[in-house]
Nanobody
């Protein structure tokens, strides 16, 4: 099992940047495919970005391509999400997710077994 804790959320201005971190505990973090999801009030939790075990492959939602970058440092048991050119529609609670049994990045929230508690990102116009 792995435990995930997000950090880095807060209030940012439109067009600004913000970096999120997901700190994981566990002995086999490098075996987990990880991703970031977000959920705004009244909306479904949606896929934002995902990254393979080694970090060699990534996937992004169309809405964030070119603006967000996901990365990981297995030595530090950490997954990152760098967000640039932020828009008000990026406002949401951002969640880190991980799964040991995925062989590739998944875009469905149901595919991930482990979740952090979330960190709020609010983009002001």
């Amino acid at each position: 099992q792995v435990q995930l804790v997000e950090s880095g959320g807060g209030l940012v201005q439109t067009g600004g940047s913000q970096g999120l971190s997901c700190a994981a505990s566990g002995r086999t973090f490098s075996m987990y495919v990880t991703g970031w999801f977000r959920q705004a009030p009244g909306k479904e939790r949606e896929f934002v970005a995902g990254i393979s075990r080694s970090g060699g492959r990534t996937a992004y939602a169309d809405s964030v391509k070119g603006r967000f970058t996901i990365s990981r440092d297995n030595a530090k048991n950490t997954v990152y999400l760098q967000m640039n050119s932020l828009k008000p529609e990026d406002t949401a609670a951002y969640y880190c997710a991980a799964d040991r049994f995925l062989t590739t990045v998944a875009v469905r929230a149901k595919e991930y077994a482990y979740w952090g508690q979330g960190t709020q990102v609010t983009v002001s116009s």
